[in-house]
């Protein structure tokens, strides 16, 4: 059955494959971005998905942005929590800044859309969220104590929040992608990512595409009996 989806960061990576794939499950899709324009105009004319700006750190933005998808697209049944920024550093080189932010946007951000759209899917006896974590949540990596901390937070607040929508035939879950050929890992200095890529079993970056096929299954009626789980999409990097 067709429904109104909204991917945050889905005008890039890994959100921008999601926002098409599941455009051609047939949803009514929305993508929210937070940054950069021109890009999100680009997307929004190759793909004809509207893109909505705000900060999804912000509490109130995310109460008012999904209340105005609402408003010109229908309740929101599907949400995927895609965006996410990066401050490496290791921790005696990180700033305050450096780790509130990461955990402002990457985790905050999951709050902050679940309470704009958590209690219509609790009404309407239908909702599918997935939150995108990252196998560096689950295995921790070297110079991303805030990254890792917000994505493995990530991963306990889907199961806690999964308990509570089970009754209500909302589900969450998370995917935790291992390294896909994206701008942010494309930021990773080479040296440093030519050694992590070694450590790949399959051999190869992902792709943003394989990751957009997991979502597909958790959002779809077929996903219904999975909930709290978390899908390791990471070439066999991580087995956890
Ligand atoms: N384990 C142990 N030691 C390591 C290490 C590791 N994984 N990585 C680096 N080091 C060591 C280096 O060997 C070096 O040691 P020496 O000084 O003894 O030679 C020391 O740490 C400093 O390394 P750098 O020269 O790289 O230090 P830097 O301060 O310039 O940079 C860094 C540090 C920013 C963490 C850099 O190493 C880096 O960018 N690493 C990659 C971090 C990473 O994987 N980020 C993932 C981004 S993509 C993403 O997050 C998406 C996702 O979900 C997967």
Not at 110 to 119: I, R
Request: aromatic share 8%; proline share 3%; net charge neutral.
């Amino acid at each position: 059955m067709a429904r109104v989806a909204i991917v945050t960061g889905g005008t890039r990576g890994i959100g921008e494959a999601i926002c098409q794939r599941l455009k051609r499950q047939g949803h009514t899709v929305v993508a929210n971005f937070g940054g950069d324009e021109e890009k999100a105009k680009i997307f929004t004319n190759e793909t004809g998905i509207p893109a909505y700006k705000w900060d999804v750190g912000d509490h109130q933005a995310c109460l008012d942005g999904c209340e105005r998808v609402e408003a010109e697209h229908g309740p929101i049944d599907i949400v995927i929590n895609n965006a996410g920024i990066t401050r490496d550093g290791t921790l005696h080189k990180m700033s305050f800044d450096d780790w509130n932010d990461v955990m402002r946007v990457n985790l905050g951000g999951c709050f902050n859309m679940a309470k704009a759209t958590f209690p219509g899917m609790r009404e309407r006896s239908w909702g599918r969220i997935v939150n995108i974590g990252s196998i560096n949540g689950q295995a921790g990596q070297y110079g991303q104590v805030n990254y890792a901390a917000a994505k493995s937070g990530i991963h306990g607040f889907t199961k806690a929040l999964a308990q509570e929508g089970a009754k209500f035939g909302v589900t969450v879950n998370a995917i935790a992608p291992g390294y896909i050929d994206t701008d942010m890992v494309a930021a990773v200095p080479e040296p440093v990512l030519q050694k992590i890529v070694a450590k790949i079993p399959v051999g190869r970056l992902g792709h943003a595409e394989e990751i957009a096929r997991g979502v597909a299954f958790l959002t779809s009626d077929n996903g219904g009996f999975v909930t709290g789980s978390t899908m390791s999409i990471n070439g066999g990097q991580h087995m956890y």
